[in-house]
């Protein structure tokens, strides 16, 4: 939820000034130290700063003290201050950690007691993540048993069909038992059927989520008694709001053709990164149209799946056709997938008369899945959004949209120089209608599709302000560039305030994904940070998915001058060809130090820039480990252009030769952090929220009148909760780039 801008940005450079002369002054020249203990002061840092580097933060907290009070120098004294105030943050951050864990253990002992294993299971999983020592984890008294009862409720749970009991209790188990296959096995099969049940009868998830809801609630009761529980509305209005905005499973298939499906299995048998053979992609698809077959519910959707011997006779054709695949020769396997498709149609026809674009894109599904995570085709509805997410522009208001726990459709911020904008609509507004119609309740997919829409064609929003009061606008939409860089604070009216540290000149930037205009935008931020007389940069990644490869190579070829940023090559030979890219030498080449900021939420393209940049040694990395998306995807046409198969052909390769990929089983992924600093999800949310307020778009003069629970200046709220109080990855970032800029060797 949007709430005011909590920062005072004149507070924060007088605190951050006053570090500057923390110390103690330096000594008259008669005392100035001995050769001895100049020598003892230069060891002390190098054995400060090796400390940082493993993140024992402590002590590097003592010997930049212990060198500080020996040296009396000034810049010795200012690393020993910053250091000082990063220590006794992060002693909160890690006391927080601590409360979290306890808490969540209070939490596993208090359900078991009161009965509600499947939620005392997920407290176990959330502990399990905040614990410092996961093999002692599993020894706990409450930890064997729970997982014993676990092992046997899931069984109970697949038999009766409770798939969102089935679906909490998995997922608790892949959290806590990593290395058990059969549970993610399990996850996926379960997962696969809460999809199927939500996209083709969401009325029959709706009563599965109502079931567990109760017991939710009741959890909810136990763990939170003085929590204020959220208004209820009428359920005759939930009920027209959820049926006004129910996105019909035939939109989102039209269009798709069995040609399609033949294509893509094709591509993907030719293309792919590494041996695969139709067999195994018709068994995965066989498997895709079982569970539709074997989910109770969606007979609500497809009458005649209700119809048993129907039903029977069609799984009795899937098992049919999966032997004849199995008992296939290898150079028959084409042709036998030919077959098997047309036996189904046919079959299909004859029983359970699915609609043929459920047929298809089910098993496209199911086949799919057997290579990887992000192999998937791109069905001709979802071509216009998936085109927005990778060129940086789309047509429409200019909008920041989420949705609140009541299903309002709230605005995070308005985009600079948009419709929206221009038309005066601000944070924290409420979207009620779309068209004239109820946006309660509505995705934010559905709003996305119904707000956007052809340049200088209308929409109609209907706007509540925070004090209540409504307006209905009429807005042409136009072309609306997505700003992938962003800085440490909006300024009122538009444009970016870079420096995070105005006393040390330090900048701040944000890539929050990688489109075709990137690279551009950095170099101009970069450009005016030089011109406020920036010294360093630092360069957060985090939450960053990725997007376009040449804009992340465009990217590190701004900061060098020479050597390879990335290749690709796949595990067998296929028409593609591996690449590698190379840094040339530029004119106008980043050479501001730089730190840069990952997490286990920095994907694909960001961990190429962050990989690059640290193994020709031209940024530190701080934060924890990225997610390891190293597959590389290509588009290929299918049906002429009316859907694509979006499919893994390669691998990223980083300088020093490692894939970043996590495998299945992998121990070694991703990019690795010089400088390790964990948040647990809570500090997560809560530097998200803080960080929020600073990306919030105000207007000059924005005032109490325009915008009832605002203040008149955003920025004397901030200074409660900033970003770097809130943020200890951020938090150790500016410590690292300080100390570089004051002469630390990092």
């Known amino acids: 939820m949007t709430t005011t801008m909590r920062g005072n940005v004149s507070r924060i450079s007088s605190l951050i000034g006053l570090l500057v002369l923390l110390g103690p002054a330096s000594p008259p020249a008669a005392a100035q130290p001995s050769a001895s203990a100049l020598a003892s002061v230069q060891a002390l840092k190098v054995e400060a700063f090796e400390a940082l580097k493993k993140g024992e933060f402590d002590r590097t907290d003592a010997c930049l003290s212990k060198a500080a009070e020996l040296s009396g120098d000034p810049d010795v004294q200012r690393m020993a201050a910053w250091t000082r105030q990063f220590t006794q943050q992060r002693q909160e951050f890690v006391a927080e950690r601590r409360k979290e864990y306890e808490k969540a253990v209070g939490d596993v002992k208090k ?13 176990a999983a959330r502990a399990f993540l905040l614990a410092e020592d996961k093999r002692q984890f599993h020894e706990e008294p409450w930890a064997r048993p729970l997982l014993a009862w676990a092992t046997e409720q899931v069984r109970r749970a697949d038999d009766s069909e409770e798939w969102v009991r089935a679906l909490r209790l998995y997922s608790s188990l892949t959290t806590i038992d990593p290395a058990n296959a059969a549970w993610k096995e399990r996850l996926k099969l379960v997962t696969r059927r809460i999809r199927l049940l939500a996209l083709y009868a969401p009325q029959q998830m709706k009563m599965l989520r109502e079931a567990d809801s109760k017991e939710a609630e009741e959890v909810e009761r136990l763990l939170k008694p003085d929590a204020a529980r959220p208004a209820t509305r009428p359920a005759d209005e939930d009920e027209a709001a959820e049926a006004s905005n129910r996105l019909d499973w035939r939109e989102t298939l039209r269009g798709v053709t069995m040609d399609m499906l033949w294509d893509a299995l094709v591509d993907a048998r030719t293309n792919y990164y590494r041996e695969t053979s139709f067999r195994q992609m018709v068994q995965g698809g066989l498997s895709g149209l079982r569970a539709v077959m074997t989910t109770r519910g969606l007979e609500k959707a497809f009458a005649k799946l209700g119809d048993e011997a129907l039903r029977a006779r069609f799984l009795k054709t899937l098992d049919d056709c999966a032997n004849r695949m199995t008992d296939a020769q290898p150079q028959d396997e084409q042709t036998a997938t030919r077959g098997i498709l047309a036996t189904l149609r046919s079959a299909n026809r004859q029983t359970v008369e699915l609609p043929e674009e459920v047929l298809v894109s089910e098993f496209a599904d199911g086949a799919l899945a057997e290579l990887d995570p992000f192999t998937s085709v791109i069905w001709p509805y979802d071509l216009e959004e998936f085109q927005k997410t990778t060129q940086g522009e789309f047509s429409g208001v200019g909008i920041q949209i989420q949705s609140d726990e009541d299903g309002s459709l709230r605005v995070v911020s308005p985009l600079e120089d948009s419709p929206a904008y221009r038309a005066g609509i601000m944070a924290g507004d409420i979207i009620t209608h779309i068209n004239g119609k109820s946006a309660k309740g509505i995705t934010l997919n559905q709003a996305v599709k119904k707000i956007t829409g052809p340049r200088g064609t209308p929409v109609e929003l209907t706007i509540r302000r925070p004090d209540l009061t409504s307006r209905t606008i009429t807005l042409l939409r136009d072309t609306i560039k997505v700003a992938s860089v962003k800085g440490w604070i909006h300024r009122p009216g538009g444009g970016w305030d870079y420096l995070i540290d105005p006393q040390q000149k330090i900048g701040y930037l944000r890539l929050t994904n990688f489109t075709k205009t990137t690279a551009a935008d950095l170099r101009k931020a970069v450009e005016e940070m030089n011109r406020s007389g920036a010294r360093g940069l630092i360069l957060d990644l ?56 990952i997490n286990q939420y920095s994907a694909s393209a960001s961990e190429i820039v962050s990989g690059a940049l640290k193994d020709h040694k031209r940024a530190t990395v701080v934060g924890d480990r990225t997610f390891g998306k190293g597959s590389v995807q290509m588009l290929f046409r299918l049906d002429d252009g009316k859907a694509y198969l979006k499919l893994t052909t390669s691998h990223y390769y980083l300088p020093n030769g490692k894939c970043i990929h996590r495998e299945e089983n992998s121990q070694e992924w991703g990019v690795d952090p010089d400088v390790k600093v964990e948040m647990t999800p809570e500090q997560m949310r809560a530097a998200i929220d803080s960080r929020q307020e600073f990306d919030v778009l105000r207007y000059d003069g924005e005032n109490a009148a325009d915008a009832t629970s605002r203040p008149a200046d955003p920025a004397t709220q901030a200074a409660k909760k900033d970003p770097l109080s809130a943020d200890a990855q951020l938090s150790a970032a500016l410590l690292v780039m300080r100390l570089k800029l004051a002469g630390a060797e990092l």
């Open 111 to 123: 359900l078991l007691e009161a009965g509600k294993d499947s939620y005392a299971l997920a407290a």
């Open 542 to 597: 985090r939450y960053n998915p990725g997007g376009l490869l040449n804009a992340a190579t465009e990217v590190v070829d701004s900061f060098l001058s020479e050597g390879t940023i990335v290749s690709t090559r796949a595990d067998r030979r296929t028409p593609n060809q591996a690449t590698v890219a190379r840094a040339a030498k530029d004119e106008d080449e980043i050479d501001l130090p730089v730190v840069i900021l």
